[in-house]
């Protein structure tokens, strides 16, 4: 794409910023990884009875304080950006340590992608009252991951386990009314849910309710309580909730507008591999704003967002890349792209220093 002045073309990459604004949509269910099952199970063994009680991981920069048990979580993105991990902490009161067998059996056989026996295994547990084990039964059944997808029968297991006061079943089932999804859709009871999880420290359900009150989806529209869920989120290391709190000082709703706040929160999100964030890490760089004016920079970021995304946000992304790399010399091209190359290579833990 050529254009006949820098000027036409720095505000076709403004405008694209703009594209990405408009992208705050909220996350999809829960899903897991073996870490988690293996680490949460273990979590539940050591917790005594009594009410449930979630305690979350501060997250920061080169360094994470951890109270009680950890486990890691993998999820998606409703508009399929990248997959993300995030950190929080588990206690879960009233789970006896009697059904840690299948439990722990099934987390085995689920590591050795035996999900047919890891789903009769969870049921085992499930059936007699293991929220732990209702909530992952609840997924497999939402993925079609060892046993029919079935939408109905995630919703019921996701209930079972969001009334003894699961955060992470609370979050899934809201966002299975929030869609419609085995549920009549009602937004209203999605808030519901999400407050419940998200009163827990549950970052995930922080965000979603975040999402709900940017909206006004289900609430009346309120900028300033979803940038204090945001925060919550972001604080717990969360990318989707860094990104979109960005977002929130980029284009100054509900908070003051500050660029270059927004290019720090963009910067954690984008060291997670949050394509978004990278893609309008890259425009500030390209515009200088929030930042000094970096085109090397600027490439780099958005060649890593156009070698994350997919679709119309990968022509948008490659694009703009292709733009920046109109006013770069050879020399700056090619140390761009050795960047992108080594932050790549070191999981996004050496990008651009």
């Given amino acids: 794409m050529r254009f006949n002045t820098r000027r036409l073309a720095k505000d076709e990459v403004m405008d694209w910023i703009a594209f990405y604004s408009q992208r705050r ?9 073996p870490m988690f099952l293996r680490t949460e199970m273990s979590c539940q063994s050591n917790q005594l009875g009594g009410m449930v009680s979630e305690q979350r991981e501060t997250l920061s920069v080169g360094n994470a304080k951890h109270w009680g048990c950890v486990y890691m979580r993998v999820v998606s993105v409703l508009i399929c950006k990248v997959l993300l991990g995030i950190a929080v902490t588990v206690g879960l009161g009233g789970a006896s340590t ?19 026996n890891a789903a009769r295994l969870f049921k ?12 992952l039964l609840g997924v497999m059944y939402s993925e079609g991951r060892g046993v029919p997808q079935n939408y109905q029968e995630a919703v019921r297991l996701y209930r079972l386990a969001a009334d003894q006061g699961y955060a992470s079943a609370q979050s899934n089932l809201g ?35 975040g999402v709900m009150y940017d909206n006004g989806t289900g609430v009346p529209q309120n ?10 989120a972001a604080d717990q290391g969360y990318a989707s909730a860094q990104y979109n709190l960005g977002l929130s000082y980029t284009q100054g709703t509900g908070v003051p507008q500050n660029y270059q706040e927004a290019v720090r929160l963009y910067r954690l999100a984008a060291d997670q591999g949050y394509a978004m964030a990278q893609f309008n890490l890259g425009v500030h760089y390209a515009n200088g704003t929030g930042v000094p004016q970096d085109y090397v920079l ?4 958005l060649n890593l967002a156009a070698s994350s995304s997919i679709g119309e946000d990968g022509k948008k992304a490659v694009s703009s890349r292709d733009i920046v790399a109109g006013w770069m010399t050879r020399a700056q091209i090619e140390r761009a792209q050795n960047m992108a190359r080594m932050c790549r290579s070191s999981n996004f833990k050496n990008c651009g220093q």
Avoid: C
């Fill in 25 to 33: 949509l909220h996350s999809t269910l829960g899903y897991t990884s």
């Fill in 98 to 116: 009697a059904y840690a067998g299948p439990l722990e059996d099934g987390v085995e056989a689920y590591e050795k992608s035996d999900y047919a």
């Fill in 124 to 135: 085992l547990a499930a059936d007699q009252g293991d929220a732990i084990a209702q909530f």
């Fill in 175 to 209: 966002v299975m009314y929030d869609n419609g999804t085995g549920v009549p859709q009602n937004y209203q009871e999605a808030v519901r849910l999400y407050r419940l999880a998200a009163d827990q420290g549950y970052a995930m359900a922080q965000y979603n309710l």
């Fill in 223 to 232: 900028y300033q309580e979803a940038v204090r869920l945001y925060r919550l």
């Fill in 298 to 301: 600027a490439h780099m970021w």
